[in-house]
Structure formats: C-alpha cells, structure tokens
C-alpha cells in the first residue's frame, strides 16, 4: 500500500526557509512537490527521483527550491528558501504512478500547510 | 512554464454530460500524450481520475473520459452526479521531466 506522510504545518518570517519532509511507503518511483495557494490552483514546483538524485525544478523556482532524498529513510525533502508572503499555501508531495508514461501524480500526500507572516 | 487554459466554470444539471477543456502549446499538451486529470473537492487532496489522456485508474467511474486534439485536451464527465461537484485540473508533461497544471475548473450540479 503506499502511502505518503508529510510532516507538519509551518508558520514562518518572510526571508526565512522552510523544509518540508514527505515519508514514503511502497515502491520507489519519482516525488514531485505541488503547492496551492489559498483558493488558487495547483502548481507543479519540481521533482526527484529518489534512487537518481537529479531533481528538476520549474524555472520560477529556480535558484530557491531545493529537493532532496534520503535512501536510508525514504523520505524526500522540499526546501524553499527567501520566503515571501505569497509563498503561503498548502505544499504536497505526490508520487507517480506505476503503469503507463510514469508522468502522472497517482498518489498523493495530506498536504503541509505552510504560511509566511511578519 | 504558463499554466494550461481552462475555463473557470462549467455547470450541468444531474444526469447531463459536461466537458471540460485544456488548451497548452505544442511544448507540453500537444508534444505528448502525457495528460492527467485531478478531482479536488474542497478541502481535499486531489485524487487522480485520468491519465495518459484517456486512461482510467482502477475504481475510478467509467462517466469519467478523456481525449485529445492537438494542443487540446479534454475531461468529459457523463451522467453528472452531485458528487461530481468539484474542482477539476489537467496536467501535461512539459519536457525534461517538468509538469504543468492547468487553470483549475469548477463543476457546479445545478
């Protein structure tokens, strides 16, 4: 069964980091990292494959993300730095399916909820 | 990477069929056959309903459907059900292992 385990909600200062942990069960396929800003949509940030190492990220992120596996504990990292208030929302983690292209977000984590104040 | 085009909205009474649209460029929708589909009632992690354009996981109904022309894709969903109201996101494959999601679509059950 697999499953995908976020750690907790966070409240940071603008300027600040944040990191973000996803423990996966069952299998070992591409993460990716979405996030939705309050009643706004979802938007790919970037992803890895955990046993490759190489993550890609989307170019606004470029430069500010950076995401990161560990092996050893199954568990995939999302840090984003130099937070603004507009980096509040819900952060996801997401694996891919198994079948077909690999290029689809099959399963999915409860979301960390993230929020950027002064 | 701009987001896919979808409409806000789109409404249908129960038992109607509704469709739901995806328009990209030739870089991601129309470069692959790698669309994908999310339902996401409100408050909910999104819950993948179609991929690779026209398949459907396990336990998914078959009222949910997809295609695609060119840059375009599309969710149909037949026989609408109050369950159905949601919000609804495509998604395609935008080259070197990047994804973009679309605009985000509201389903409303008259």
């Known amino acids: 069964q697999v499953q995908l385990v976020q750690s907790g909600a966070e409240v940071k200062k603008p300027g600040s980091s944040v990191k973000v942990s996803c423990k996966i069960s069952?299998?070992?396929?591409?993460i990716g990292w979405i996030r939705q800003a309050p009643g706004q949509g979802l938007e790919w940030m970037g992803r890895?494959?955990?046993?490759?190492?190489?993550?890609s990220y989307a170019e606004k992120y470029q430069g500010r993300l950076t995401i990161t596996a560990d092996m050893s504990s199954s568990t995939v990292y999302m840090q984003l730095n130099s937070l603004r208030s507009d980096d509040s929302a819900v952060y996801y983690c997401?694996?891919?399916?198994?079948?077909?292209?690999?290029?689809?977000?099959?399963?999915w984590g409860q979301g960390t909820l993230v929020s950027v104040s002064s | 990477q701009s987001a896919l085009t979808q409409p806000r909205s789109v409404s249908g009474s129960p038992g109607q069929s509704v469709a739901i649209s995806c328009t990209g460029t030739?870089?991601?929708?129309?470069?692959?056959?790698?669309v994908s589909w999310y339902q996401q009632h409100p408050g909910k992690v999104p819950k993948l309903i179609i991929y690779?354009?026209?398949r459907r996981p396990s336990g998914v109904p078959d009222r949910f459907s997809g295609s695609q022309s060119g840059n375009t894709a599309s969710l149909t969903i037949s026989g609408l059900q109050t369950d159905d109201e949601a919000d609804y996101y495509c998604?395609?494959?935008?080259?070197?292992?990047?994804?973009?999601f679309g605009t985000g679509t509201k389903v409303t059950v008259l």
């Open positions: 998604c395609s494959n935008a080259g070197s292992s990047r994804s973009v």
């Open positions: 069952g299998g070992n396929y591409a």
């Open positions: 690779d354009v026209t």
């Open positions: 890895i494959i955990p046993f490759a190492g190489t993550p």
């Open positions: 997401a694996r891919v399916g198994s079948t077909g292209s690999y290029l689809f977000f099959a399963y």
């Open positions: 030739n870089g991601d929708v129309g470069g692959h056959d790698y």
